[in-house]
């Protein structure tokens, strides 16, 4: 069974009310068991919302919303809660959206709501690595399997 983020598959979980959905994820998914997730909304924020990106605030990681609120404590839950159906599930894979601050496992925005993406990992993504759950990003997953 995979974990998969909820916005590729097309449900209207996105930041911005809609989705990223991506059919050619979608039809390699066609023969597996999977369960969607959308660790934002788990976490409590509501859709649509602010963009969030993270940033490094008084020495530590904090996850803002573009307005400056500080949204760190609800992504935290949200890592938490997909952490739990993994692992109830017995979840080894995950396929998570590439680059947001919850699901990206290689690249994230560097918070300055430019655009710029860097090296890094979002919240759900880190907390599932360290956690034994082989993550992928939509990219990656489909190259695997190809």
Same mark, same amino acid.
């Given at each position: 069974?995979?974990?998969? #983020?909820?916005?590729?598959?097309?449900?209207?979980?996105?930041? *911005? =009310?809609?989705?990223?959905?991506?059919?050619? /994820?979608?039809? @390699?998914?066609? &023969?597996? &068991? @999977?369960?969607?997730?959308?660790?934002? !909304?788990? =976490? =409590? /924020?509501? $859709?649509?919302?602010?963009?969030? +990106?993270?940033?490094?605030?008084? =020495?530590?990681?904090?996850?803002?919303? &573009?307005?400056?609120?500080? !949204?760190?404590?609800? @992504? /935290?839950?949200?890592?938490?809660?997909?952490?739990?159906?993994? !692992?109830?599930?017995?979840? +080894?894979?995950?396929?998570?959206? *590439?680059?947001?601050? *919850?699901?990206?496992? @290689?690249?994230?925005?560097?918070? #300055?709501?430019?655009?710029?993406?860097?090296?890094?990992?979002?919240? $759900?993504?880190? /907390?599932?690595? #360290?956690?034994?759950?082989?993550?992928?990003?939509?990219?990656?997953?489909?190259? &695997?399997?190809?």
């Amino acid at each position: 069974m995979i974990l998969v #983020s909820a916005c590729l598959l097309g449900i209207n979980c996105k930041y *911005s =009310g809609g989705n990223n959905e991506n059919k050619e /994820l979608m039809k @390699f998914l066609e &023969k597996e &068991k @999977f369960i969607p997730v959308c660790p934002e !909304q788990l =976490g =409590g /924020l509501s $859709t649509p919302r602010e963009p969030c +990106e993270i940033v490094e605030k008084t =020495g530590s990681l904090r996850v803002v919303d &573009k307005k400056g609120k500080d !949204q760190t404590l609800k @992504f /935290l839950k949200g890592a938490e809660e997909t952490l739990k159906i993994a !692992q109830l599930c017995v979840i +080894e894979e995950a396929v998570l959206k *590439s680059n947001s601050p *919850s699901c990206g496992s @290689f690249k994230i925005y560097d918070g #300055s709501f430019t655009g710029k993406l860097i090296d890094g990992e979002g919240i $759900t993504a880190s /907390l599932l690595k #360290s956690n034994n759950i082989k993550v992928y990003n939509e990219i990656n997953y489909i190259e &695997k399997l190809k």
